[in-house]
């Protein structure tokens, strides 16, 4: 049986992994979790939702008070990531001092054991602030001497998503087109929030400790189809168009001018034409669940009737 009361530190807590979380967590019976973020309004939505999480406003790329929560903890899950941005100097604060400010908190004597949210870029082609910044945290976690393990999941979507498939999902409402990069045809290995949470949680449980797995979608879908999938789901209203992929590019390059924090940019678009796919490994045979089919998936992200209506800031 696992220990309800093990004292939990979620980083990034405020974002979509750990709202997610967070409430698995809670639902699965767990009494002890702290949550530490910097953003304000994503932490105030967290305090306002889910009142049984600790939920601590610090940014952990500056030292400061929060430290004494690591060196209390039981289980880290490592989890803070600027995942989207223009500037190096975000990636870096955020993905790599920040996670060595983590390390540097715990104490030795009393390590806890680190459930590392890593990246699937990590095994990419792409080269992108993310993907070097990402790959850097995940080998410092590896080289420390504490007991850990990684999880690498692929794009994700789910309740509380901001960015991503949350973002284009709101577009949606918002613009009369819906445009697509060219043909649209570029492999996603989309993975549930709802799942990956449960991957966690089994990490948390079981301590497999050095192992890194890789955890990408089950189902591989083109971008089109998965776009198309969501609009028909949610009953997105916006009409899905085709347009050059040098026009996709000079529109987000000319947003990116006015924007300090583009919901996305060149160089996420340059990633998302790679011709590439992420191996699939039996992850729901490994942790014991049944992966949850896409477009069931999409419905619960968008037509929950009390999470689906939770919106984060960017």
Known sequence: MPDLNRRIVVTGAAGLVGQNLCLKLHEAGYTNIVGIDKHKHNLDVLRQHQPYVEAIEADLAETGDWAAEIAKADTIVLNQAQIGGLEWDQFERNNITATQNILDAIDPETAPFIVH????????????????????????????????????????????????????????????????????????????????????????????????????????????????????????????????????????????????????????????????????MDWPGRFGFAATPFREAVDETYNHPVHSDIFLEF
């Open 117 to 280: 949210i890593s990246s699937s870029v990590v095994n990419s082609r792409a080269d992108d602030f993310y993907t070097r910044s990402k790959t850097t945290q995940e080998e410092m976690v590896r080289a420390s001497p504490f007991r850990h393990c990684v999880l690498r999941p692929t794009l994700m979507f789910g309740w509380f998503d901001r960015k991503h498939l949350g973002w284009l999902r709101r577009f949606m409402d918002k613009s009369p087109v819906f445009p697509i990069p060219s043909h649209g045809k570029y492999i996603r290995q989309p993975l549930y929030e709802g799942d990956f949470c449960r991957v966690i949680m089994g990490c948390i449980e079981q301590e497999p400790e050095g192992e890194v797995f890789d955890i990408s979608g089950q189902e591989r879908i083109y971008y089109k189809d998965m776009i198309r999938t969501i609009k028909d789901v949610a009953k997105g209203k916006a009409a899905i168009i085709h347009i050059p992929y040098w026009a996709f590019w000079m529109s987000l390059w000319t947003v990116g001018l006015f924007m300090k924090q583009p919901p996305f940019t060149t160089r996420q678009l340059e990633a998302l034409v790679i011709p590439e796919e992420f191996p699939i």
